[in-house]
């Protein structure tokens, strides 16, 4: 059985932040299932690790230009 590939995390954050919309607009109380605080901390995850690659790209572009200045 061949693995299926697995999604970038800007489409895993676009994902789910279309599943917290959809869910959002059919309940009233939005705070209140579990699923929905369930979906959204693995949102902030993923947000949080979009951030930390971002971050690290930029640490290493910058060590690069460093390196060949000097």
Request: proline share 0%; glycine share 2%; aromatic share 0%.
């Amino acid at each position: 059985m061949a693995k299926s590939k697995a999604r970038s995390l800007d489409e895993d954050k676009q994902a789910l932040q279309k599943k917290i919309q959809e869910r959002g607009a059919n309940n009233e109380d939005s705070q209140g299932t579990q699923a929905l605080r369930n979906l959204k901390k693995r949102l902030k995850r993923v947000q949080r690790k979009v951030r930390s690659v971002k971050a690290r790209a930029a640490k290493a572009t910058k060590k690069k230009t460093e390196k060949a200045e000097s």
